[in-house]
């Protein structure tokens, strides 16, 4: 067995794992430095080809995809309110399903378009105080005003009432099955609507347009108020890889394994009506896996083959990450009985301990070999 | 208890094991302190074990306090024989040594429904303790008040008067404590998610340690709501300096830095120019006035710099580079600072000359500072 396969197998069992990482990673650290040193040579031309290649083939595709899905919920809206019944319904919320899939497929990306005008919250606000949306949605319906749904107003009006997580209380929460009423169609249709709305404008702002932001990756510079080098650019990315890992750990699994199966909190698990929550951390997942390996050009280990100074790092990426997604998918939902019942939580436990892995093999071997900084200080929040 | 809180057995059993590890003799630690020299800051080895290292501006490291977990800031006693070292936050433990000589005597555990969130200040007289929490049952910011004399107790609690308490600090006239708001409600499940983003309100609130009543309120122009309000200076005629984290759109050119006179209504921002925008990346992570309160200090770990700006032109003047730094403290000169990087090791900045250089020191070199540089006596 290669030396690199043992780490692998070692990826797997948590107890040994943080030390043994740990232990091997420094030692790598002190024997590879002079090594690495030389060897770092990443100029802007590689971090480039690899900004240019993941907005070509790993957001634009991915944001158009959602684009599409959200076109396609409102109009699935549209007919579930026109012949309201169990067969629309059904459609709707198989579309529901899919703008979700979509939604979780970009949520890592965290800069762009995506950032303005609040879109990211306006499209899915999550996690956020505990029955807000459900509780924002029920004053809503209560109210019944019509002038609330229009459209300059409803694009301002409070984020809860605006994206899936609403939309997700409309077609599973209370008085989802019943027929609904004229207010209820309306508020589904202007949630789709305005959504569908968001998500072509992101597309655009991408590829054109006044701000152009695929321009603005490709062209760092010092009058660039995004990115003044292409490096900064790849961070950015880098960036949206650790944070998307940490989304994954530190909101949707840890809070619902809770520190052991006494302390499992079952009600926390993401979108729990729909019986989505694996769902989503396996999309996100792949999302960040696509992220790394690349989507028919080069990702972000790109990066770390190039920079020749870790020639093991590139593959113990790649299998850490399939192996990640394959412990992800083999967890019999839902989620929130996996981490109460004994034998389906170890699976839970598995992944999470990859995913701190992973992170921890980013910040100690990706960081310093493709130099991207992680700081002690800087991704803090403090 | 809550899955991140530190069991109080846990917290005594670290305590005891936890002789400090002292590497200037004792009464060389005191002469530093006594002759106002040591520093006080959090820090991590490689390994990942956290500690509060006391050092000199030179680069002598005095002493190290073992943490249980990563810390934050400290407050210092006036008297200089106190200091507590808070967690970060979300943080369940606090941890109380003698500054002089790094000799623990007691920690303290957070209530079950609070957390710390990582900054406190003391009373004029020593007595009291005053820390930044958070109730996330209500979702309202607090400052739990503690009692040096009976084992840092909790006896009292006042309202922060905003969401997410960071910094704060006594005002000059001894009964006013001035605290940043960030305005970001979290909560300890979900340790550094923030929940309420579209909705913050940040602000710099004054407030009677005595009562808790609040004496004022700063805000920023609404357009600048995301701009989170977390570390302070305060000079000693009252003017407060803050700093801001901001969480809009990157590439938004923001005022990051501002300064409030007493009885003023509106702050000052300090606006331009671009560049000096630019390089804080949206981010500050701490403030310090200079020795002469002309000069004031703000770090953005994220753009890698120190920025010194002075206080009455509101104008830089000098720009450090330095990777991941952080924590500023002010030395003995205007506009003189000392420095500190996650990346490893410290810094002396004289920003009326313009000068930034490392010091020299194997020991600093070899540990990540943390946020924050605090002196050892206060």
């Given at each position: 067995?290669?030396?690199?396969?043992?780490?692998?197998?070692?990826?797997?069992?948590?107890?040994?794992?943080?030390?043994?990482?740990?232990?091997?990673?420094?030692?790598?650290?002190?024997?590879?430095?002079?090594?690495?040193?030389?060897?770092?040579?990443?100029?802007?031309?590689?971090?480039?080809?690899?900004?240019?290649?993941?907005?070509?083939?790993h957001v634009v595709p991915r944001y158009q995809v959602m684009a599409a899905a959200m076109a396609a919920l409102d109009a699935a809206a549209g007919r579930y309110c026109a012949a309201p019944g169990a067969g629309t319904l059904a459609a709707l919320r198989a579309a529901d399903e899919a703008a979700v899939d979509a939604w979780m497929g970009v949520q890592h990306l965290h800069f762009g378009p995506v950032e303005l005008f609040m879109r990211s919250y306006r499209l899915?606000?999550?996690?956020?105080?505990?029955?807000?949306?459900?509780?924002?949605?029920?004053?809503?319906?209560?109210?019944?005003?019509?002038?609330?749904?229009?459209?300059?107003?409803?694009?301002?009006?409070?984020?809860?009432?605006?994206?899936?997580?609403?939309?997700?209380?409309?077609?599973?929460?209370?008085?989802?099955?019943?027929?609904?009423?004229?207010?209820?169609?309306?508020?589904?249709?202007?949630?789709?609507?305005?959504?569908?709305?968001?998500?072509?404008?992101?597309?655009?702002?991408?590829?054109?347009?006044?701000?152009?932001?695929?321009?603005?990756?490709?062209?760092?510079?010092?009058?660039?108020p995004y990115f003044e080098s292409a490096e900064e650019a790849t961070l950015a990315f880098f960036q949206s890889l650790y944070n998307g890992l940490e989304l994954i750990s530190d909101a949707r699994l840890k809070p619902v394994a809770g520190a052991s199966i006494e302390k499992a909190k079952p009600a926390l698990a993401e979108s729990r009506a729909p019986g989505r929550s694996l769902r989503n951390v396996v999309v996100n997942l792949e999302a960040l896996q696509g992220l790394y390996e690349g989507e028919g050009g080069p990702g972000l280990g790109d990066l770390a083959v190039r920079s020749g100074a870790d020639p093991k790092l590139e593959p113990l990426l790649r299998k850490a990450f399939r192996l990640t997604v394959e412990t992800a998918k083999g967890i019999e939902p839902p989620l929130a009985e996996a981490v109460v019942d004994p034998k389906r939580r170890k699976a839970v436990d598995k992944l999470l301990t990859q995913l701190v892995a992973i992170k921890q093999i980013l910040r100690s071997r990706f960081s310093p070999a493709t130099g991207l900084p992680i700081g002690f200080n800087a991704m803090d929040g403090d | 208890?809550?899955?991140?809180?530190?069991?109080?057995?846990?917290?005594?059993?670290?305590?005891?094991?936890?002789?400090?590890?002292?590497?200037?003799?004792?009464?060389?630690?005191?002469?530093?302190?006594?002759?106002?020299?040591?520093?006080?800051?959090?820090?991590?080895?490689?390994?990942?074990?956290?500690?509060?290292?006391?050092?000199?501006?030179?680069?002598?490291?005095?002493?190290?306090?073992?943490?249980?977990?990563?810390?934050?800031?400290?407050?210092?006693?006036?008297?200089?024989?106190?200091?507590?070292?808070?967690?970060?936050?979300?943080?369940?433990?606090?941890?109380?040594?003698?500054?002089?000589?790094?000799?623990?005597?007691?920690?303290?555990?957070?209530?079950?429904?609070r957390r710390f969130n990582g900054h406190g200040a003391f009373a004029p007289d020593g007595r009291l303790v005053y820390l930044s929490e958070n109730d996330f049952v209500a979702e309202r910011g607090v400052l739990g008040v503690y009692d040096a004399r009976?084992?840092?107790?909790?006896?009292?609690?006042?309202?922060?008067?905003?969401?997410?308490?960071?910094?704060?600090?006594?005002?000059?006239?001894?009964?006013?404590?001035?605290?940043?708001?960030?305005?970001?409600?979290?909560?300890?499940?979900?340790?550094?998610?923030?929940?309420?983003?579209?909705?913050?309100?940040?602000?710099?609130?004054?407030?009677?340690?005595?009562?808790?009543?609040?004496?004022?309120?700063?805000?920023?122009?609404?357009?600048?709501?995301l701009a989170s309000i977390r570390h302070l200076a305060v000079r000693a005629d009252g003017l407060v300096a803050f700093a801001m984290q901001y969480q809009g759109p990157r590439g938004d050119l923001v005022p990051l830095v501002a300064t409030h006179a007493a009885g003023a209504r509106a702050p000052r921002l300090f606006e331009a120019p671009e560049a000096a925008l630019r390089a804080l990346e949206g981010y500050v992570g701490s403030a310090t006035l200079d020795a002469s309160g002309e000069f004031l200090a703000v770090s953005s770990p994220r753009g890698g710099a120190i920025q010194v700006w002075e206080v009455e032109s509101a104008r830089p003047v000098f720009t450090a580079a330095i990777a991941d730094g952080c924590g500023i403290a002010a030395t003995g000169a205007a506009g003189g600072f000392l420095a500190s990087s996650g990346v490893g090791g410290t810094f002396l900045l004289e920003a009326v000359a313009g000068r930034c250089r490392p010091v020299a020191s194997p020991a600093l070199e070899a540990l990540h500072w943390d946020h924050h540089i605090v002196p050892a006596a206060a």
């Open positions: 067995m290669s030396r690199s396969l043992q780490t692998l197998r070692r990826l797997a069992l948590p107890a040994a794992l943080a030390a043994a990482l740990l232990a091997g990673l420094q030692a790598a650290r002190a024997t590879e430095a002079p090594v690495s040193l030389a060897a770092v040579a990443l100029g802007e031309a590689d971090y480039q080809r690899v900004n240019d290649a993941l907005v070509q083939h899915y606000f999550w996690p956020q105080g505990r029955g807000r949306i459900a509780q924002a949605t029920g004053e809503l319906l209560a109210a019944a005003d019509p002038a609330s749904l229009e459209e300059q107003h409803f694009r301002n009006a409070s984020t809860a009432i605006q994206g899936l997580p609403a939309l997700e209380v409309l077609l599973y929460g209370e008085g989802a099955e019943e027929t609904p009423s004229a207010f209820r169609c309306a508020l589904l249709t202007r949630i789709a609507c305005n959504m569908k709305a968001m998500a072509a404008d992101i597309v655009e702002e991408w590829q054109g347009g006044k701000i152009d932001f695929a321009r603005t990756v490709a062209e760092p510079g010092p009058d660039n | 208890m809550a899955p991140f809180a530190l069991s109080r057995r846990r917290l005594l059993g670290l305590a005891a094991g936890a002789a400090a590890a002292p590497l200037l003799s004792p009464r060389a630690a005191r002469a530093e302190t006594r002759s106002g020299r040591l520093y006080l800051s959090c820090c991590a080895a490689d390994d990942g074990q956290c500690f509060t290292g006391a050092f000199t501006a030179d680069g002598r490291l005095a002493y190290r306090v073992p943490l249980p977990e990563r810390g934050h800031s400290l407050a210092v006693s006036p008297d200089g024989s106190r200091a507590v070292q808070f967690s970060r936050r979300p943080g369940s433990f606090a941890v109380v040594f003698d500054p002089r000589d790094g000799r623990l005597v007691e920690t303290l555990a957070c209530r079950d429904d009976d084992g840092f107790r909790r006896v009292a609690e006042l309202p922060s008067h905003g969401i997410g308490p960071h910094e704060l600090r006594l005002m000059p006239d001894g009964t006013t404590l001035a605290v940043c708001n960030g305005g970001i409600q979290t909560r300890p499940d979900l340790p550094r998610i923030k929940l309420n983003i579209p909705t913050m309100e940040p602000s710099l609130a004054y407030l009677d340690r005595r009562d808790g009543r609040l004496l004022g309120k700063v805000h920023l122009p609404a357009e600048l709501h």
